[in-house]
């Protein structure tokens, strides 16, 4: 671990063309945060891979707002689909290149 931005935990979880990555930290204080990096491959310069990259900051104070909306947002996505008006992620063609190590009823 380094000083200045201590990881604590980690997960990386693949999602067909997109690798995401929630990664607690603490600061010298002891605070802890949450980053949340997505991470998309956008192709190859020189032979090597060339990634997008973009990342959020989610700190402590910010912890059970972010919790309550995510949950708010997700619940919304279940009953949409419960609908039949959307597609759920099984009934897309390519859901089976894209299955990650979560699934959405563990979110």
Same mark, same amino acid.
């Given at each position: 671990?380094?000083?200045?931005?201590?990881?604590?935990?980690? &997960?990386?979880?693949?999602?067909?063309?997109?690798?995401?990555?929630?990664?607690?930290?603490?600061?010298?204080?002891?605070?802890? !945060?949450?980053?949340?990096?997505?991470?998309?491959?956008?192709?190859?310069?020189?032979?090597?891979?060339?990634?997008? &990259?973009?990342?959020?900051?989610? !700190?402590?104070?910010?912890?059970?707002?972010?919790?309550?909306?995510?949950?708010?947002?997700?619940? &919304?996505? &279940?009953?949409?689909?419960?609908?039949?008006?959307?597609?759920?992620?099984?009934?897309?063609?390519? !859901?089976?290149?894209?299955?990650?190590?979560?699934?959405?009823?563990?979110?």
């Amino acid at each position: 671990m380094n000083e200045r931005n201590d990881e604590v935990f980690s &997960k990386r979880v693949k999602a067909g063309k997109r690798t995401y990555f929630f990664d607690v930290k603490t600061t010298r204080g002891k605070d802890l !945060y949450l980053t949340i990096t997505e991470s998309k491959r956008t192709g190859d310069f020189d032979g090597r891979p060339e990634y997008e &990259k973009h990342k959020i900051f989610l !700190y402590k104070e910010d912890f059970e707002k972010f919790g309550e909306g995510m949950n708010e947002a997700l619940d &919304k996505i &279940k009953s949409l689909w419960e609908t039949g008006e959307y597609k759920k992620p099984e009934d897309s063609p390519s !859901y089976d290149e894209q299955k990650s190590e979560v699934t959405f009823e563990e979110l």
